[in-house]
């Protein structure tokens, strides 16, 4: 099977065209392509008025060892790699052992998805409730200002990417192509099977809720054991070693295999782990607002005369601005057609986020417009510094959008101009339970503030149209990534000073998004895998002797 990348064709091209145009490519007659397909699509749109479509192919051939001769020297034409996954292990039958998932988002989902395709029957704890109910209870937040501590945007079956974008790109490196194992398995739970091309895959929030429900049935289905309502409090060691965990309710598990997929927004974990000595320890993240702008701005701005086209879809768009007071400003987690959502997981703190649907249809755009942070230069101090930093400006917002989780908002142009808002114009604010329009000069800090001022302007010269007046900002983002890392060996993924446990995914400082986490889930159960059947074999061999 050949590989043939870097195809390019226009927007309104026909089927036929994609066969056409790998026979031309090759050079060979239609009688010598045996079957195509199409390995991964993109869109070229830095030329609004001649936007094109970017295919990766594979393409059977006859006689292909004569084909790779004719062009090894042609960088764009090579042997298709072997993109399937194979299970690095197989737990024996009598296996008695049993490993522990702490968390069901993105990373503990696959993680306990592999262990359990692998035989090892794993025991998933999750503190939230299952998708469904979990569900519910976010509304709550977002229709009634009522909000569940324990069962929100952060904690729950699904994690945070359940509420969000659904985005289902990063840029990992891939050698194994472990991306593409976590495609098919959500392929294989009801998303999109174009999901499998698109250079930009999405699934939105409704879509996951289904999806999330079915790989749940697929872990039971196969021996694994999952557990809502189950927060971790403790961690229990012996000589360095983990020996079990300690439920809220009191209950102990016993486990010397524990992996901890807790999600970028479990403070009280972080603290406990760090009060146990676990090594933890501070790093980078990323402040800011949401900022919403008419869709239809975004896609005249990207799309030009093809803005609206289908085949297109909602443009999304991805900036960066280098401030003159030495701060990087960018936008994140951009969502076309979507809505800005509370994503507080603490009580008197208010927190943005997006999302969207599958459809990406509502009428803004949004995205987070950030301001990266450092431990050296932000919030010195204990390892737990950033997160105090993170409660620090979310209960400001709280305090500044009413106390109610209304969040404080501001037009753009107020906003640049240093004014408070009165009244909304063109742009009506998605997010629930509604915007305080007042002035968020105050919200971040003073280098925070200086940075996105100068930066709209800029990233209006990339995105016509950016510094609209009416335009609205959101207040705050502060969970754009984990603000701690809980460091791990880069051979067997456990921890550095504490054996048996395995961090992974977001709150680890692992990961960022649902992709990423998910492949680093996968890592760390191929690990565990690893480590259990090696523990085994040394029990067999000390009975032996």
């Known amino acids: 099977m050949l590989r043939l990348t870097e195809i390019k064709l226009p927007i309104e091209h026909q089927d036929g065209e994609i066969k056409a145009a790998i026979l031309k490519k090759l050079g060979i007659a239609e009688a010598d392509l045996i079957r195509h397909s199409v390995f991964k699509r993109g869109v070229d749109a830095r030329r609004a008025h001649a936007i094109l479509f970017t295919y990766t192919l594979l393409a059977e051939v006859c006689d292909e060892a004569a084909i790779l001769e004719r062009y090894k020297n042609d960088q ?3 042997v298709a790699p ?4 194979h299970f690095v292990a197989e737990a024996p039958a009598d296996l008695s052992a049993r490993p522990v998932v702490v968390g069901m988002g993105p990373a503990g989902l696959f993680a306990g998805l592999l262990l359990a395709q692998m035989g090892f029957r794993p025991l998933i704890l999750e503190r939230g409730k299952a998708v469904r109910e979990r569900t519910k209870d976010t509304f709550g937040l977002w229709r009634q200002g009522v909000l569940n501590p324990e069962s929100n945007v952060q904690f729950g079956e699904g994690g945070a990417g359940t509420f969000s974008d659904g985005k289902l790109y990063s840029q990992i490196k891939d050698p194994r192509y472990l991306s593409r194992k976590v495609l098919e398995e959500f392929v294989t739970a009801g998303a999109p099977e174009e999901i499998l091309y698109e250079s930009h895959p999405h699934i939105g929030t409704f879509r996951l809720v289904g999806m999330v429900e079915k790989m749940r049935e697929t872990i039971l289905s ?3 054991e999952i557990r809502f309502s189950s927060r971790v409090d403790d961690i229990e060691m012996t000589d360095g070693q983990v020996s079990g965990v300690v439920l809220a309710n009191g209950e102990r598990i016993a486990t010397e295999h524990l992996v901890l997929a807790v999600g970028h927004s479990a403070r009280d974990t972080f603290e406990m782990i760090h009060k146990r000595g676990i090594y933890i320890e501070a790093k980078p993240f990323s402040i800011g607002f949401r900022i919403e702008h008419p869709q239809s701005l975004i896609d005249a701005a990207r799309f030009g005369k093809h803005a609206g086209n289908e085949l297109l879809g909602a443009a999304d768009y991805k900036l960066v601005h280098h401030a003159s007071n030495g701060r990087s ?4 987690c951009m969502c076309p057609g979507g809505t800005v959502v509370a994503a507080t997981s603490e009580p008197g703190r208010v927190v943005t986020n997006g999302m969207s649907q599958y459809s990406r249809n509502e009428r ?8 990266g942070i450092t431990p050296q230069e932000d919030f010195p101090g204990d390892p737990l510094a950033g997160v105090e930093f993170q409660r620090r400006w979310e209960s400001q917002a709280f305090k500044l959008g009413g106390e109610t989780y209304q969040a404080p908002g ?5 906003f640049i101009a240093g004014r408070p808002s009165t009244e909304f114009g063109e742009v009506q604010p998605s997010y629930t339970p509604g915007v305080h329009l007042t002035d968020l000069a105050t919200a971040l800090p003073e280098y925070a503030i200086e940075a996105i001022r100068e930066a709209l302007p800029a990233f209006a010269k990339q995105i016509k149209g950016f510094d609209l007046s009416d335009a609205v900002l959101t207040g705050v983002e502060t969970r754009t990534s984990s603000p701690v890392r809980i460091k791990r060996n880069a051979d067997d993924y456990q921890s550095i000073n504490t054996r048996g446990l395995y961090p992974t995914g977001e709150g680890a400082g692992y990961a960022g998004g649902i992709l990423s986490a998910a492949v680093d889930g996968i890592e760390v159960a191929e690990a565990v895998a690893r480590a259990m059947l090696s523990n085994k074999n040394q029990d067999e061999e000390s009975t032996c002797s």
């Open 76 to 78: 764009h034409i090579k």
């Open 82 to 85: 072997d993109t399937s996954y």
């Open 222 to 224: 196969l021996g694994g």
């Open 329 to 332: 400003v960018y936008s994140f």
């Open 364 to 371: 803004n755009a949004n995205a987070g417009i950030v301001v």
């Open 410 to 414: 501001q037009l753009v142009g107020d």
